[in-house]
């Protein structure tokens, strides 16, 4: 994907999110996660998770090798601002940052999975069962003004594989509080 060149800093992001070139932005953003790797029925699948109780889950319907981008996180960009105020309600299973205290995006949570999207957000974790074949990787397109977030593969992934990703320490801590908080009242 090629754009127009553009100079980036904290005041042109701030103006840009403030604006209605922000659509523009989000809509580029789609475009090329979409363009760059795999979507849903086209590479990935959502299908019940292997992992109990992990609901549903990213499939592989190929076969990808190591260090290959396999899909994109898809979903609504938001402010950093958004994310906090998501985070404070326990509305932030899915968000992944793309510049850091700026953009985030937070990733798509409906199911049926919608078809043609990147399906980053449906992976599970494998924790400690299973081996996360994927991590979160941002990489930059338009001369590093366009930030895209991906699940990249760590290892060879063969078709019908579970695709699993760490969440981070940080996720765990604050999922496994949560749980004990809510089974003592």
Known sequence: FR???????????VLLTMSRPFDTYERLYHQCIHAKAATIGNGVEVEPSEILGG??????????????????????????KEADDLKAKGQHTHIRTLIRQHLCVDGLKQYPAPKGRGGGTYANDGRDEYLNNAEFKVVTVMDGT?????????????????ILVSYGRQYWQIHDAMLAFAKGS
């Open 55 to 80: 609901g549903n889950g990213l499939f592989a319907t190929r076969s990808f090798k190591k260090n290959e981008l396999i899909t994109g996180v898809d979903g609504r960009l938001i402010t950093h």
């Open 146 to 162: 366009l930030p895209l977030c991906f699940l990249r593969a760590k290892m060879d992934i063969e078709e019908g594989e579970e």
């Open 3 to 13: 754009g127009p060149k553009t100079v980036f800093d904290e005041t042109h992001f």
